[in-house]
Nanobody
Framework: QVQLVESGGGLVQPGGSLRLSCAAS????????MGWYRQAPGKQRELVAA???????NYADSVKGRFTISRDNAKNTVYLQMNNLKPEDTAVYYC???????WGQGTQVTVSS
């Protein structure tokens, strides 16, 4: 059974940083690209960043230059380093394979002073 477990969310002031982690179980990690999505209240879920098994990445325009996605294949873990956070980054962040078949439970990120 595939499980994706996110951690690392929280409350941060504008300009601050957070690092999200997603631990994946099973064979999904070794064969799939992985992605981070987010969903703000009243908005559709959107792709934030994705990374292939080989390490190629792509980002939403709104986070380019501020967020970095990475993966540790030995630990079956994908990360999202978020710097220079803005109030508009406030959302629930979800880990998934990419394109998504499986989802984690989500972790709340709130950017507020």
């Amino acid at each position: 059974q595939v499980q994706l477990v996110e951690s690392g969310g929280g409350l941060v002031q504008p300009g601050g940083s957070l690092r999200l982690s997603c631990a994946a179980s099973g064979s999904i990690f070794s064969i799939n690209a992985m992605g981070w999505y987010r969903q703000a209240p009243g908005k559709q879920r959107e792709l934030v960043a994705a990374i292939t098994t080989g390490g190629s990445t792509n980002y939403a325009d709104s986070v380019k230059g501020r967020f970095t996605i990475s993966r540790d294949n030995a630990k079956n873990t994908v990360y999202l380093q978020m710097n220079n956070l803005k109030p508009e980054d406030t959302a629930v962040y979800y880990c998934s394979d990419y394109p998504p078949d499986y989802w984690g439970q989500g972790t709340q990120v709130t950017v507020s002073s």
